[in-house]
């Protein structure tokens, strides 16, 4: 498999987490409301983190070093795992609504975190089997 | 029926506490990292006419015991003279490991080897021939997988065989015509000594001191030999011999480890590729942070339901009771007293599961040892080794064994900071109060409230550490040298079993400590006699009002500082105590609702507050602890003085500047 393709791959889900990620902050320090991006600083500060790690493996792909896979892979991974956390976190506030009899809607479980992660989880599926054989033979 | 002493020992890390607890049915705390057992555990298993008793050890590179727990393994193996040494050897790492069992061999007591984690070798492609291993030791080979109770049969059996088959033999390494000449002239001094010569083996006793090894010194420091033997070491250089001494281990080692072991595929596994991105000289801190902050943030929102759930039960019970019961004293000590005081408390239990949860699993994959890893920098910019980081993340648990864990620090400095800094690492006991506070008056923003707070433990220790380094404990601190473990899937028994282990002694303070203190808080609430309720003309009152001008300046009022006085007892009765003196025992969450409608509490004076609680005087188990481990009240005094000082300035700092940021809250 072709690293260009792992490294627009990483460029773009790393840039998509950045830009996000941006904007979960910038809504979290001022008054700006945007749809399906809530406001939270340390929720905006764990997309750039995952941003980061997509766009630092997109880089040294770009640069020719393998070793860039290694890092567009762990960031598919740290993608689906907040993913996973953000989705349980959503679910455990729909459970809640439900108890207290209060309302909820699926909207309010669309966080960048998930939309994003479900990017992240058809990178998985595609290429993480392939990216970690790779590795361990390599 | 005879009775057997096994002693289990091995490097740290390589699951000799699983393999302990699998053989005894003991549940001792085992993670994945070095240095989880600082202290020898005992347990008992009656195997085919034989009562046994197993010693789990400290984990040990060598027998040269540089840390304090290395000294309690390597002295039970020397001096208790166990009947057989069981080493538990990392399959997946035998040249490290191998390194124990030639100082094991010098000793000439019996050694079997168990041979374990051979699964995670073999899925690695790694093949080891434990016949010819065991034939080119002379020492039984038995592979084990502790995890899965693989091969403890087969250990028991070896164990015992070596037992039975004494006299044993004695192994030894060649070092070389110089070191062989100055060991056979230190072992001829010593055999004047009749005492000496039964109690060690003199030529293990003799490479010890060649290699400088001062505790081997204060052996022999009686004996008539000791100036014969001085003699003799004033010419030498021990640094040279230790080096030359380990090469020589080393040289044997690599000459048996090709006849025995077939590696598998080179290149770069799962583990390592995940370790070159956590551990990443710029990404791994933010990494880290993320992961914190992912972790407290799971925590409160998959507890919400639960939390609401048991609110929901109390007020039941609340109401119930209050509707039954005569006369109206004795309601009010079930409803404001008990149930107000510990159901306080109890409310959070799902919080606290939840987080011990996230917790066991990262460091049950090995996650945290990388922690450690990547603070390494920090904290020897600070003075302190990388290690001393491993105290402070088992410190987030409770800090009792936080300021334990801190034996495994070889310097006594770098201990002693390491110990003192300790609690100021968020404990879960400290968790109820900032769930509380963090839940009433930040509403969406309580799981980054609470990431902040813990990061402020963090700081407030790494900046403690520099300011006691750089004062009252000058020095410099040793480099740090960790081995990352692979990273392992815990299994879901395992998880559950160490957040069980954990959470219930929360649940355990819930129906002890706590209801003690909610108790005592009641009747001071109560008295005198016809006083209203948690008024200021009670005794409790009459308390929080003296106290009241020590922590005015904070924005506390008499209720905040009776019940920090009571948290000093342990934290989470700040809890209690606040509910009992609001009298919520009417609901759960009333107490939240009580907090937010006290005109004198806003959302800075909580942050104040649960700053505060971060910082201020340890608990009473923590400070017996500082007070046992460096075997001084003066320290534990100092820890209480100095966490009461810097907890009141960085409260007032923080009451004072968050109203900025907070939009004068």
């Not at chain 2, 005879?2 to 740290?12: E, K, S, V, Y």
């Not at chain 2, 168990?114 to 030791?137: F, K, Q, T, Y």
């Not at chain 2, 929102?301 to 639960?306: D, K, N, S, T």
């Amino acid at each position: 498999m072709s690293n260009r393709i792992k490294e627009i791959f990483g460029a773009v889900l790393g840039a998509l987490y950045g830009g996000l990620g941006m904007l979960q902050i910038v809504s979290a320090v001022t008054d700006l409301a945007l749809p399906f991006v809530p406001a939270s600083f340390f929720g905006g500060f764990a997309l750039l983190v995952i941003g980061a790690v997509l766009l630092t493996g997109a880089r040294n792909l770009a640069q020719g070093l393998d070793e860039g896979v290694v890092f567009v892979n762990v960031g598919i991974l740290l993608s689906v795992a907040f993913g996973a956390v953000t989705l349980l976190a959503a679910g455990a506030g729909a459970l809640e609504a439900a108890i207290a009899g209060e309302a909820w809607s699926v909207a309010d479980a669309l966080a960048p975190a998930v939309y994003l992660a479900v990017i992240g989880a058809a990178g998985l599926l595609a290429w993480c089997r392939a990216f970690f054989r790779g590795l361990v033979a390599a | 029926m005879t009775g057997i002493r096994i002693a289990l020992t091995g490097n740290p890390n390589v699951g000799k506490t699983t393999l302990f607890n699998a053989l005894t049915g003991s549940r001792q705390h085992v993670g994945n990292w070095p240095g989880v057992t600082v202290e020898k555990k005992t347990g008992r298993i009656d195997w085919n006419g034989h009562a046994i008793e197993v010693i789990d050890l400290p984990g040990t590179y060598s027998l040269t015991a540089y840390s304090a727990d290395e000294v309690v393994a390597r002295d039970y193996i020397i001096e208790e003279k166990p009947d057989v040494v069981v080493q538990v050897v990392d399959a997946t790492n035998l040249e490290r490991n191998l390194y124990l069992t030639t100082q094991l061999a010098e000793l000439g007591v019996p050694v079997v080897i168990a041979l374990n984690m051979a699964d995670a070798a073999e899925a690695g492609g790694c093949a080891i021939d434990r016949e010819r291993l065991s034939a080119l030791l002379a020492i039984p080979v038995v592979r084990t997988v502790g995890t899965r109770g693989e091969g403890l049969d087969d250990l028991l059996d070896a164990a015992i065989r070596e037992v039975e088959t004494s006299p044993h033999h004695e192994h030894t390494v060649g070092y070389g015509n110089d070191a062989e000449v100055m060991i056979a002239s230190i072992v001829d001094v010593f055999s004047a000594d009749k005492d000496l010569t039964k109690r060690y083996p003199l030529r293990w006793l003799a490479v010890r001191l060649l290699e400088g090894d001062e505790n081997a010194l204060d052996k022999i420091r009686d004996s008539p030999a000791h100036t014969g033997v001085q003699a003799l070491l004033s010419g030498i250089d021990p640094d040279e011999y230790e080096v030359a001494m380990a090469d020589r281990r080393y040289e044997m080692i690599a000459a048996v480890l090709p006849q025995v072991r077939t590696a598998g595929a080179g290149g770069m596994n799962v583990s390592e590729m995940v370790d070159r991105v956590v551990t990443d000289r710029y990404l791994g801190i933010p990494i880290f942070l993320a992961l914190m902050w992912g972790a407290f943030e799971l925590t409160f929102a998959v507890a919400a339901p639960f939390v609401v759930l048991i609110e929901a039960g109390l007020a039941w019970l609340s109401a119930t009771i209050a509707g039954s019961i005569e006369p109206a004293w004795l309601a009010s000590l079930v409803g404001d007293g008990i149930i107000g005081g510990v159901g306080a408390v109890l409310v959070f239990v799902p919080n606290i599961f939840i987080l011990f949860l996230i917790l066991s699993f990262l460091e049950d994959t090995g996650y945290l040892a990388r922690a450690a890893f990547i603070m390494d920098r920090l904290m020897y910019a600070i003075g302190l080794p990388g290690k001393a980081f491993i105290p402070m993340l088992i410190g987030f648990g409770c800090n009792v064994p936080g300021i334990m864990a801190a034996r495994s620090i070889e310097g006594e400095k770098d201990r002693l900071i390491t110990i003192l800094v300790n609690p100021f690492i968020s404990c879960s006991a400290r968790l109820p109060v900032y769930i509380l506070f963090a839940g009433a008056f930040f509403g969406a923003g309580a799981g980054g409230i609470v990431f902040l707070l813990y990061i402020l433990g963090i700081a407030a220790a790494i900046g403690s550490a520099k300011l006691f380094r750089h004062t009252i404990l000058p020095g410099e601190s040793s480099p740090f040298i960790m081995e990352m473990p692979p990273y392992r899937l815990p299994t879901v028994w395992t998880s559950l079993l160490h957040t069980w282990s954990r959470g219930a002694m929360y649940v355990r303070k819930a129906g002890t400590i706590i209801l003690v203190g909610a108790l005592v808080v009641w009747c001071l609430a109560s008295l005198p006699f016809g006083v209203e309720y948690g008024s200021s003309a009670s005794l409790a009152g009459a308390l929080g009002h003296l106290l009241e001008p020590l922590v005015a300046p904070l924005g506390f009022d008499w209720k905040v500082a009776v019940a920090l006085l009571f948290g000093f007892v342990a934290k989470e009765v700040v809890v209690g105590s606040l509910g009992v003196l609001y009298g919520t025992g009417e609901g759960g969450d009333a107490l939240s609702t009580a907090l937010l409608a006290d005109p004198g509490l806003s959302a800075a004076t909580a942050l104040a507050l649960m700053v505060f609680v971060l910082l201020y005087t340890p608990c009473l188990a923590t400070i017996a602890t500082i007070r046992k481990e460096t075997g001084s009240w003066r320290w534990a005094g100092f820890s209480v003085a100095y966490g009461l000082v810097l907890a009141w300035l960085l409260a007032l700092i923080v009451g004072h500047i968050a109203p900025f940021f907070l939009g004068g809250a």
